[in-house]
């Protein structure tokens, strides 16, 4: 891809992000957020989160990633419910990927 | 007030819990720089993004789905969607970034999931003040150090799926994601949505499934909004904040949900 055509989804990206953080300010609190949108913004990152965590264990640029990584995710997801620290969560995931592939090296197909 | 009269204001535990968030935003950073180099990104690329963008969660989302290839225009969408919340947090801390412009406008950009919850953890007005600019800033230089280290870090090694570095991505995601589906009507919404975005995938473009997701949303949790709403206003201040403007769910479940300790979780 072109420097431009990664420099501008960027910049979208960072405007628009700017934007979200300065309306509070800028009206100074003067205006409550209805609970409704409240209730909207914070749900809406959570299942979209939640559906880019699933999508990006298992496809790699949209076919099956092979079974390494998502066994390493799922490892994450465990050590997630157990409250690990987050290094610990992160580390693992790769590492246990890392071995699987480095062991059974027909895993990913 | 000035830096020093801002942190003799917060106590040596404050400031502790301050220094941990700072180290966790830095390993999620260093690991932020390396996947995007290791992918196939410039090293300017995470770079530009983490000064311009700084929302750690959205950098993350809008780079799964440039590295595999997707539409631009789906990763700001992702990214944007994500990015909502902040407008949230921008309501309920508005007070703590200080009087005139130029305040606010720079204050702006160190609005986080960490630095707000750290400001909505004191109601005194001073205090607020220097929670919020003291976590906001330590976090900004943080994140960009690491994430810049990270980046060098990915040209030295060579192949990341080696090193397992594709699982850190979602693993990220799960270590910001898991502790805020406390809720049973939003765990069905997630894994309805996530359903929707798998099977979307083999015959969408890149990003467009995730997107996708949000219908989940709207089905299944319209229900629980208008519970929320009908009983919500009269309930008073909810949270560390007491009555401060907005502090609703969106702010309830990420200001939990920090996997690191007291603060938010999806910067």
């Keep these: 891809m072109s420097a431009m055509a990664l420099l501008l989804p960027i910049l979208i990206l960072a405007v628009g992000t700017y934007a979200f953080r300065l309306v509070g300010p800028a009206v100074h609190g003067r205006v ?42 799922a490892v994450a997801v465990a050590l997630a419910i157990v409250k690990a620290p987050f290094p610990v969560i992160v580390v693992s995931a790769a590492l246990v990927t890392a071995l699987l592939r480095l062991i059974f090296p027909g895993l990913d197909g | 007030m000035g830096v020093r009269a801002m942190i003799g204001l917060l106590d040596r535990r404050t400031l502790q819990d301050i220094g941990l968030v700072v180290v966790a935003d830095a390993i999620v950073g260093l690991s932020f720089g390396a996947i995007a180099v290791g992918g196939g990104m410039p090293v300017w690329v995470p770079i530009a993004m983490s000064l311009l963008v700084f929302a750690g969660g959205s950098q993350f989302a809008a780079l799964g789905i440039l590295l595999a290839g997707g539409d631009p225009a789906a990763a700001v969408a992702a990214g944007l969607v994500l990015n909502a919340r902040l407008l949230a947090f921008g309501f309920a801390a508005a007070d703590a970034l200080g009087p005139g ?17 750290f400001t909505l953890s004191s109601d005194d007005p001073d205090r607020r003040r220097a929670l919020f600019w003291v976590s906001g800033v330590a976090l900004f230089i943080a994140w960009n150090v690491a994430v810049a280290l990270g980046a060098l870090l990915g040209t030295i090694v060579g192949d990341t799926d080696a090193l397992g570095l594709d699982a850190a991505f979602p693993a990220v995601l799960i270590a910001l994601v898991v502790p805020a589906l406390k809720d049973a009507a939003l765990r069905i919404a997630a894994a309805v949505g996530a359903v929707l975005a798998v099977g979307a995938t083999p015959f969408l473009p890149a990003g467009v499934p995730v997107l996708l997701s949000l219908l989940a949303l709207v089905v299944v949790l319209r229900s ?35 996997p690191f300790g007291p603060a938010g979780g999806l910067r």
């Design chain 2, 224 to 258: 629980r909004w208008r519970r929320r709403d009908g009983d919500g206003d009269g309930s008073g201040g909810r949270g560390p904040a007491g009555g401060a403007a907005g502090s609703g769910s969106g702010l309830d479940e990420l200001g939990d949900a920090h």
């Design chain 1, 32 to 73: 409550r957020l209805p609970r409704f949108v409240d209730d909207l913004l914070g749900d809406g990152a959570i299942v979209l989160l939640s559906a880019l965590t699933v999508t990006s264990a298992v496809f790699e640029a949209g076919q099956f990633a092979g079974w390494a990584r998502p066994i390493g995710v």
């Design chain 2, 101 to 117: 412009w130029w305040r606010r406008l720079l204050g702006a950009q160190i609005i986080t999931d960490e630095s707000i919850a």
